[in-house]
């Protein structure tokens, strides 16, 4: 499977933030080994989204692109605007466009100055993480790049965009956090249909990536340790006859598999820890409790969750 190819498009959210550059750093790094096309996206949100704002401006239509051509204040220019909203509309929306501009730019320049294809797109959207997961289904992406924390932190009552995106996208996310290149992984695995895919995928992305392998198996403590071990043992056989020419470890733990899963990655200090995700529905976004989502909302290391 080492010549299957992955992450053909790569959908890159960025905002500016010292986070977001991370999530740029790490996109360069795999975009390079996989031989990607990146799309670079910038959502503008404001206040003036609040139902209780908007009345007073009129703001850009959701989901059109901007900054694709002209000055930001050539665009604003163009909207409906009377009275007294027109000032208002045109300085305010021109200065968030004005720094969107900038920040897409900026971060498009570095991957052309990598050599690694390129686009641009600006949108405006009152949620940021609905957008970039529409986006992403959309325009037929692999992978959503995300950074965790940043400007989405200042919108308690939504919750993180790294986190809803994590989430609720259909599409594969990676998100990113503070290391730039990826040389250790680790795969945990429960012998489940979907960790197999995720195996799968993970011996392909690791020969690509030269990256060394940790494949975790973490069973309940409840367990008796001869059927803990039998179990955990035919698991990981299993998974390692996944990887070619990889360098791979194994460890067979018992405890609570999410908080095993963070404390090890920190402790041994992986890159990326690769799990799979399923997603949630309307009826189950709100349940809280699997091992994906406790590890994305409590790891210090990037996470890849694969659809």
Request: charged share 25%; no cysteine.
């Amino acid at each position: 499977m080492s010549d299957e190819r992955i992450f053909r498009r790569v959908l890159l959210a960025v905002d500016g933030s010292l986070p977001s550059i991370t999530a740029e750093e790490l996109t360069v790094f795999v975009a390079k080994k996989l031989d990607s096309h990146v799309t670079v996206l910038n959502v503008i949100s404001h206040e003036f989204m609040d139902s209780r704002l908007g009345k007073y401006i009129p703001i850009l239509q959701k989901d059109v692109p901007l900054g694709t051509g002209g000055r930001p204040e050539e665009r604003v220019s163009q909207m409906p605007a009377s009275g007294t909203q027109e000032a208002i509309s045109k300085e305010t929306i021109a200065s968030y466009l004005q720094s969107s501009t900038e920040i897409v730019e900026e971060v498009t320049a570095l991957f052309r100055e990598k050599g690694i294809p390129v686009d641009q797109k600006i949108l405006e959207h009152a949620d940021p993480a609905e957008i970039i997961t529409r986006e992403a289904e959309k325009g037929n992406h692999d992978l959503i790049v995300v950074g965790r924390g940043g400007q989405e932190d200042k919108e308690p009552h939504l919750g993180s965009v790294a986190k809803k995106t994590a989430l609720y996208a259909k599409t594969s996310v990676l998100v990113a956090r503070e290391k730039n290149q990826i040389s250790k992984m680790m795969v945990p695995v429960d012998g489940s249909e979907h960790s197999k895919k995720v195996v799968r995928f993970a011996a392909v992305l690791a020969s690509k990536l030269g990256a060394d392998v940790l494949l975790l198996n973490v069973q309940r403590p409840d367990l008796p340790p001869k059927i803990m071990k039998e179990i955990g043992t035919r698991i990981l056989s299993e998974a390692v006859g996944q990887f070619r020419g990889t360098k791979l470890e194994q460890k067979l733990v018992s405890g609570d598999p999410a908080k095993t899963i963070v404390q090890m990655a920190r402790e041994e200090d992986h890159d990326l820890i690769l799990l799979g995700h399923k997603g949630h529905s309307t009826v189950t976004r709100f349940l809280l409790g699997s091992v994906s989502d406790h590890v994305v909302q409590y790891a210090d290391r990037s996470v890849l969750l694969i659809r």
